[in-house]
């Protein structure tokens, strides 16, 4: 028999639901892709399915951050990078190291981020 998809609650989505949805105005994401209507991320993050955090503290160089940050300005801990769905590795970063869970610059991303914690 095939299985049938799993449907989340509002506000969440992806594999078992793991994922929680942060579009503008707490408006639900799509719940397989999570993607946002219109594409518009809440106001703290961004990239794709708005999961990226906007706001890691650093002294405003926001190319290739390489401090000790693990903390997004709302206080949510950073997660470490290898905990991420295993495609940061060590080439995707300035100095060719993993970050353990401090704020980075990654290759192809404008500003520091990082997964959280909440």
Known sequence: ???????????????????????????????????????????????TRCQLSN??????????????VAVSYNNYT???WVEQFHFYTEVNFPDGTMPENFCRTAKDFPRPWCYTTD
């Open 1 to 47: 028999l095939p299985r049938l998809p799993e449907v989340c609650p509002d506000g969440t989505f992806g594999y078992r639901c793991n994922f929680q949805c942060r579009c503008h105005e707490d408006q639900v994401c799509n719940k397989k892709t999570g993607e946002c209507p219109g594409g518009r991320c809440a106001e703290e993050f961004w990239g």
């Open 55 to 68: 706001n890691c503290f650093y002294n405003g160089e926001a190319d290739n951050y390489m401090g000790t």
């Open 78 to 80: 950073c997660k470490k």
